[in-house]
């Protein structure tokens, strides 16, 4: 029975765009980088980073009797930008439907799949959800290297896509990583305006544009970030756009992932102008609702767009 390719075959059906497996095992090599980036309190106010520390780091802590990591990645990529240039921006990513929402509807049915063609069969999904270090699994499982920009970056499909993981009880051929293609590029690092990659694969979290707009809870944002951040009101695609292998990007194909009709069309204004109630109706079931209205104000103001 070649589970492997009936498992690949069925992510491929419910939108994945690439699937690879690893033997679930404790990941050495991540350890020391792990625990020297927090110890350099590189995670910023992020606490949760440094909570669960073995179970980040070894899936059998998550799932009794782990035997393998499916590593999914699903698709993210559009083209449709927001019309007035001016406007505060939003990440890609963001446009559409929370992707938790979308991606754990997958692994449900995938899992559900699992346990109807092999049998019964313990695992759980994990879409950045839990302490599940799912860049490390991908790359272990070939589905491409970790850039400068601490992104995984596929060869073929560059680096907008979101990474879910099934760990599972079933023991399952393991693939193999890939070589790194950064090459001596550095445009990632030499383009991002708040200087958050420190130095080639290390990010300091707390200084990258998506952490002060997103996780950073303060009332106010860091006066050394005035006129830095680059008109971003939520998230950040910098270092992305610049890279080299997303003109291997392909546009994404799910319903969910499509904005709201309103979101592109606001004008700068409008965002300056916006209430509570409109920012319930546009991004009801949008990840743009984690920094709530008062952040996402909070963002605009700091943008002093004149």
């Known amino acids: 029975m070649d589970y492997k390719k009936r498992i690949t075959n069925k992510a491929y059906e419910l939108g994945f765009f690439h699937v690879g497996f690893s033997k679930a095992d404790f990941l050495e090599e991540e350890a020391p980088r792990l625990e020297n980036w927090l110890n350099k309190n590189h995670q910023g106010e992020m606490a949760y980073m440094a909570n669960h520390f073995d179970k980040r780091l070894d899936p059998r802590l998550l799932v009794d009797d782990a035997k393998t990591v499916i590593s999914l990645l699903f698709n993210y990529y559009t083209d449709q930008q927001q019309s007035d240039p001016d406007a505060p921006k939003i990440s890609k990513y963001a446009f559409g439907e929370d992707y938790h929402h979308v991606i754990k509807d997958k692994l449900k049915e995938l899992i ?49 896509f979101f990474i879910a993981d099934l760990i599972i009880d079933l023991e399952l051929e393991a693939d193999g990583p890939i070589k790194d293609y950064c090459g001596t590029c550095t445009r990632c690092i030499d383009a991002c305006p708040t200087d958050a990659i420190i130095e080639p694969y290390v990010v300091n979290g707390s200084k990258c544009i998506s952490y002060l707009t997103i996780e950073l809870k303060d009332e106010l944002l860091p006066k050394e970030f005035e006129g830095k951040i680059d008109n971003w009101m939520f998230g950040c695609d910098i270092c992305q756009d610049v890279c080299p292998w997303n003109r291997f990007s392909s546009l994404h194909n799910e319903p969910r992932f499509i904005p709201h009709p309103d979101l592109l069309d606001l004008k700068k204004q409008d965002w300056m102008d916006l209430q509570e109630e409109g920012f319930q109706l546009l991004f009801q079931k949008s990840p743009v609702k984690r920094t709530k209205f008062q952040g996402l104000k909070r963002n605009i103001s700091f943008l002093k767009i004149p």
């Open 112 to 160: 559900a799949f699992i346990n109807l063609e092999v049998g019964e069969v313990n695992g759980r999904g994990f879409v950045d959800s839990a302490p599940v270090m799912d860049k490390a699994w991908a790359k272990k499982a070939g589905l491409g290297w970790i850039g400068k920009n601490s992104n995984l970056i596929h060869p073929r499909t560059g680096s907008f």
